[in-house]
């Protein structure tokens, strides 16, 4: 199962995606402007095994 995390950058304001796997967490996409994008995609990229976690 993979784990893709979504957090905002507080300097920017701007969200990034990260895959997370244990052991290292591999920075995957962004930056998006706003919260609902980086969960499309985050959903996306997670397919049907996969999580979304929001921090």
Do not use: D, F
């Amino acid at each position: 199962m993979s784990l893709y995390a979504i957090s905002k950058n507080a300097q920017t304001g701007k969200w990034h995606i990260s895959h997370q796997v244990p052991g290292w967490i591999t920075p995957i996409g962004g930056p998006y402007r706003n919260r609902r994008e980086a969960i499309t995609v985050a959903r996306l990229l997670a397919g049907r095994r996969g999580k979304v976690v929001i921090k």
